[in-house]
């Protein structure tokens, strides 16, 4: 079974990547996913690994997603995510590690909600919205028959969500389904990446212990985040809870 998984940040993909590919977690980027980590863009867009660019800059050879039997990602409640993404930042503000030296960036804002209210901005080149690291637009020729098959011929994509012809994966988990031991989508994953449905789950790479979610919104922040999610939140129909 070859599959590729595509990491959206701060969407439990560590974690999934230590279970489906211990030891190797690079290869779960593709064929192509050395080239990635080791030039600093550890989490590809599925556009960056089927070019193999980001922006003009060439980082890895392109990939035409011809090899894998099984693509997906997993996505999380976008007011969450961004509580998540903010706090792992300022937690480790101070690391020695070259890999997050941009987490100092972090340290001009005063609190999350400061974060929200300046736009929620990241020095990152990559995209904050879940849905542009699984959409692809760009030229069709560049993606194996196989591929462009199953999107055009697929108006519902996937085992959980329906899905626009943009979207490459052929499933599209949410992490608090994955995460909830009452349901089986994580036995489902585990099989469709070729390994036992009883395969037990990993928590790592978290934020931190947090209060209640909505102790850290107030209505402002709350619309705000909706506001810049908002394709995420009505595509995968969250809500604010």
């Not at 020695?96 to 990152?124: A, I, L, R």
């Not at 692809?136 to 012809?165: F, T």
């Not at 036995?187 to 947090?210: A, F, I, V, W, Y």
Request: one cysteine or more.
């Amino acid at each position: 079974m070859s599959f590729l998984f595509i990491h959206i940040p701060k969407c439990g993909g560590t974690s999934i990547s230590e279970v489906v590919m211990p030891n190797r977690v690079q290869l779960c980027q593709g064929n192509n996913g050395y080239f990635w980590v080791d030039n600093g863009y550890p989490q590809p867009t599925i556009d960056m690994i089927i070019t193999g660019c980001v922006g003009d800059k060439r980082i890895a050879p392109s990939d035409n997603l011809s090899s894998y039997d099984y693509i997906f990602s997993v996505v999380r409640n976008p007011w969450d995510r961004a509580l998540s993404w903010y706090h792992w930042h300022i937690n480790d503000m101070n690391t020695t590690d070259k890999n997050k030296s941009h987490f100092s960036w972090y340290k001009q804002f005063e609190s999350f909600s400061d974060w929200v209210k300046k736009g929620m901005s990241t020095p990152h080149i990559s995209p904050f919205n879940m849905m542009e690291w699984i959409k692809y637009g760009g030229n069709p020729d560049l993606v194996c028959k196989r591929i462009n098959k199953r999107r055009s011929s697929c108006p519902k994509r996937g085992y959980l969500y329906g899905g626009l012809s943009e979207i490459i994966p052929d499933s599209i988990y949410k992490m608090e389904d994955l995460f909830n031991v009452e349901k089986d989508n994580w036995s489902l994953l585990m099989e469709k990446c070729g390994l036992d449905p009883q395969t037990k789950r990993k928590h790592l790479n978290s934020s931190g212990k947090r209060k209640n979610m909505k102790q850290y919104y107030t209505i402002e922040t709350a619309q705000i985040v909706y506001d810049k999610c908002k394709e995420d939140i009505e595509f995968f129909n969250y809500k604010f809870f």
